[in-house]
T-cell receptor, first 115, second 112 residues
Framework: DTGVSQNPRHKITKRGQNVTFRCDPISEHNRLYWYRQTLGQGPEFLTYFQNEAQLEKSRLLSDRFSAERPKGSFSTLEIQRTEQGDSAMYLC?????????????FGPGTRLTVL | TQLLEQSPQFLSIQEGENLTVYCNSSSVFSSLQWYRQEPGEGPVLLVTVVTGGEVKKLKRLTFQFGDARKDSSLHITAAQPGDTGLYLCAGGRGRSQGNLIFGKGTKLSVKP
């Protein structure tokens, strides 16, 4: 399977704990995006990388959130001191900025539940 | 702030009926993507449209991008239970601005 993969698929944690999610993009894609989706809403943009560089961060990305893409391949999203309001589906997408349309392809998501 | 409004929010129809879902904005987008999402899964790309007035067909699905690139529609002919899901439209803002702006989605239920 050469699509976007995310791990873990589900994470249950207690309030105040730290969690880390991983995303592996489609191999030839240089852009990687993180989105968050809550029930009844469309995905909301968090941040994106072009190669190793983090080019844009949403104001939704509080200082408890940090994302990295150290070698321009996989990325991690860490949430420190989780709160119940962080419960959501975290989606990763990738694209090729050199392609005709820069279309984004999504992974299956990581469902986070903060108790 | 760019927003995409989708309508209707919910749609429940019988197998064999036709339907249209709308995606509207006051802003111009460089591209418009339509995705379908199943519960607990990520969005799956259906189509990308980039030219004003463009029409694309995918079997029983017809997608149209408005002439001014501010709106789009998705028409499904002879809906089937397998079409059930959440349909999301997403606007692209150009290569220099990477993120997509998503609508809230249309939840479609097709009953046999």
């Amino acid at each position: 399977d050469t699509g976007v993969s995310q791990n873990p698929r589900h994470k249950i944690t207690k309030r105040g704990q730290n969690v880390t999610f991983r995303c592996d993009p489609i191999s030839e894609h240089n852009r990687l995006y993180w989105y968050r989706q809550t029930l009844g809403q469309g995905p909301e943009f968090l941040t994106y990388f072009q190669n190793e560089a983090q080019l844009e961060k949403s104001r939704l990305l509080s200082d408890r959130f940090s994302a990295e893409r150290p070698k321009g391949s996989f990325s991690t999203l860490e949430i420190q001191r989780t709160e119940q309001g962080d419960s959501a589906m975290y989606l990763c997408a990738s694209s090729n900025s050199g392609g005709l349309t820069d279309t984004q392809y999504f992974g299956p998501g990581t469902r986070l539940t903060v108790l | 702030t760019q927003l995409l409004e989708q309508s209707p929010q919910f749609l429940s129809i019988q197998e064999g009926e036709n339907l249209t879902v709308y995606c509207n904005s006051s802003s111009v987008f460089s591209s418009l993507q339509w995705y379908r999402q199943e519960p607990g899964e990520g969005p799956v790309l259906l189509v990308t449209v980039v030219t004003g007035g463009e029409v694309k067909k995918l079997k029983r699905l017809t997608f149209q991008f408005g002439d001014a690139r501010k709106d789009s529609s998705l028409h499904i002919t002879a809906a089937q239970p397998g079409d059930t899901g959440l349909y999301l439209c997403a606007g692209g803002r150009g290569r220099s601005q990477g993120n997509l702006i998503f609508g809230k989605g249309t939840k479609l239920s097709v009953k046999p």
